[in-house]
């Protein structure tokens, strides 16, 4: 054999090697869908795994800072740092007792009238006495919130609702939930490959600081609103051609066997 032809074979068996890698990168593209989990039972109060992302992440550049629905992703209000008050129900063999307090006691100043009056909506505790009396020191008081009054922000304004990506399937588009260890609110407005089929919300942040800082944690949620699940199902069907679309498709169908099996 010359020296042309086992350069020309040497040159056929690099093209061959060259085609053989390409080709073997090619088929690892096409990314395997996550571990199908049994959807969560649709509950006011939900255990969720969470995690957290941002805009300027590898995989969520091409999008900006911009969610599935189209519109922009806002990162939830500061955390609210306060002691909800729980209506706890009582049960019928509890009986309240009445609990007696010492007023000759030297570390408890003496107990006085007093009445409550409504003024511009909130609550103002006017004490009575027949004679005035200062309290030698400041007290601080625990003021119990109710559950259903909401927490205002800054110059008197709603906190700002989060953005948050999920299973549509398990979550709808438009559903509102509340992190009970945060107060901070957050609403379902997209989705991502590795939330198909997953009992996983992803929270939205600001940057990639506050991202890592959250991490991966457990969460108890509480649902303010739900989303409808018919208008996600009609969004997902013009997108159904990717997988992890194709398969919250399935389960809004009612299809769970097939959606699980999709692989």
Not at 53 to 58: D, G, L, N, P, V
Not at 95 to 121: C, D, K, W, Y
Not at 179 to 206: F, P
Request: charged share 25%; glycine share 6%; hydrophobic share 35%.
């Amino acid at each position: 054999m010359t020296y042309a032809q086992r350069r020309n074979l040497a040159l056929a068996v690099l093209a061959a090697f060259i085609a053989i890698v390409f080709l073997s990168a090619c088929g690892t593209t096409e990314r395997a869908l996550p571990a199908y989990e049994r959807p969560l039972s649709k509950t006011d109060f939900q255990n969720v795994r969470t995690t957290a992302y941002t805009h300027t992440e590898s995989d969520h550049r091409e999008y900006s800072n911009h969610n599935a629905l189209g519109g922009e992703l806002h990162a939830a209000g500061a955390p609210i740092h306060r002691a909800e008050a729980v209506t706890r129900a009582t049960l019928a063999y509890e009986v309240p007792r009445a609990i007696p307090v010492n007023e000759t006691a030297s570390h408890s100043p003496q107990l006085q009238p007093f009445s409550m009056e409504e003024t511009s909506g909130s609550r103002r505790i006017t004490r009575t006495s027949k004679r005035a009396s200062k309290t030698p020191r400041s007290v601080k008081r625990a003021v119990a919130v109710s559950p259903g009054r909401r927490s205002l922000g800054e110059g008197g304004r709603p906190p700002q609702i989060g953005s948050a990506a999920a299973d549509w399937s398990r979550w709808p588009a438009g559903t509102v939930f509340r992190l009970l260890s945060t107060g901070q609110s957050y609403r379902v407005e997209d989705y991502g490959w590795a939330l198909s089929g997953r009992n996983t919300i992803d929270l939205y942040m600001a940057n990639q600081h506050e991202m890592n800082s959250w991490g991966a944690r457990e969460e108890t949620i509480e649902i303010l609103q739900w989303g409808d699940p018919q208008e996600s199902l009609q969004f997902l069907r013009r997108h159904q051609d990717y997988r992890h679309i194709k398969r919250m498709v399935l389960e809004l169908e009612g299809h769970e066997k097939e959606a699980a099996s999709l692989r």
